[in-house]
């Protein structure tokens, strides 16, 4: 299982998700991050971002700026613009 798709079958598992494994699968399969259990180009680039880069990535298309006008916050997996 790759590590991006690990992470999210564990975050699913903590919000009480049943069938986690299978629900992140699907997710990252209909998100091009995955094509059944293999990384895809944009996979391999979204993983290799990290957790911190992948939020900071999702605020700014969100939100607007680039990622780098953004801080993690580790406690909740979000990120905050920079003030």
Known sequence: M???AERLKRQLAAKGEKN?????YAFLNKAGVLKGSKLTPKGEKRQAMGA???AK???AKEYGGT???YEYDKLNNK???KW
């Open 2 to 4: 790759p590590p991006i």
């Open 67 to 69: 990622p780098a006008g």
């Open 20 to 24: 986690a494994e299978s629900k992140a």
């Open 52 to 54: 911190a880069g992948r």
């Open 79 to 81: 990120a905050e613009r």
């Open 57 to 59: 990535d999702r605020a």
